[in-house]
């Protein structure tokens, strides 16, 4: 990798990490020295990149830094390609269509010697093994709406038993698998997290009503019952 390149790189470490990042960690993913890196850095912050942190503790970039659009590279493109497909299988249909459209710009926009990158990838989105489970009740272009504004959500649910009760619940995010949605939300009858299948929700009524957390606190502890009770340590 030219230097030039690997300084790039750094910043886009950087920019997609949420926590510190070590010397270590840049070293291994960029497959060089720690010298390296910390010459890398510095040559960084003595460009008025504006870089915090130190050896040993890990470094933050400004999240208010705005750096010129890069260029994408041949593995971005196939990775964003490799998504819209997964995408295109398996979201609702607003998603579905978004996820195509995508592409097509992305071809539009690319120079002309990447865009076999684009049309004939390395890479492809295996076929659901079977139809996604239906929506159930849900709009899901209203429902990712109201995650977004933090609204609440009241619902009818069958469970795996056949039972069925109520639940007014705040809606996180939406999770695509192969055969099922899955909505995951904090219910109020419950006073915890719990994840709900779209195809056994009855019926759904979108309440004006605002569950008062910001999303990203509401996200935040979501992650946290997850690698406590289930041991995913979610990025």
């Known amino acids: 990798m030219r230097r030039t390149d690997r300084l790039f790189q ?21 497959e060089v020295s720690l010298r390296t890196v910390y010459r890398d850095v510095a040559d960084l ?15 933050v970039l400004d999240r208010h830094y705005d750096m010129p659009p890069l260029m994408l590279t041949p593995d971005e493109l196939e990775a964003a390609v490799l998504g819209a497909q ?10 579905s269509r978004a996820a195509r459209d995508l592409v097509a ?10 865009r076999p990158f684009v049309a004939e990838p390395t890479v492809g989105a295996p076929p659901p093994l079977a139809s996604p489970a239906s929506a159930g009740g849900l709009d899901f272009t209203q429902l990712r709406e109201w995650i977004r504004a933090g609204r609440k959500l009241h619902m009818r649910y069958r469970d795996e038993g056949g039972r069925v009760s109520e639940r007014t619940v705040w809606p996180v ?27 056994r929700i009855i019926e759904a009524s979108f309440l004006d009503e605002r569950h008062g957390h910001r999303r990203g606190e509401l996200v935040a502890r979501w992650k946290r019952y997850m690698k406590k009770e289930r041991g995913l340590d979610l990025l």
């Not at 750094?10 to 960029?30: D, N, W, Y």
């Not at 912050?45 to 470094?59: D, K, S, T």
């Not at 909505?183 to 009858?189: D, G, P, R, V």
């Open 86 to 95: 997964w995408v295109a299988g398996r979201g609702d249909p607003a998603l």
């Open 10 to 30: 750094i910043i886009q470490i950087l920019r997609r990490s949420k926590r510190p990042v070590t010397a270590s960690r840049l070293a291994e993913e960029l």
């Open 105 to 114: 710009k992305i071809a539009t926009v690319v120079p002309e010697q990447l």
């Open 173 to 199: 995010l939406i999770g695509y698998a192969d055969t099922v949605r899955l909505l995951a939300a904090w219910c109020e009858q419950r006073q915890a997290f719990r994840h709900f299948r779209t195809d």
């Open 45 to 59: 912050m003595a460009q008025r990149v504006p870089i915090r942190g130190e050896a040993g503790l890990g470094y």
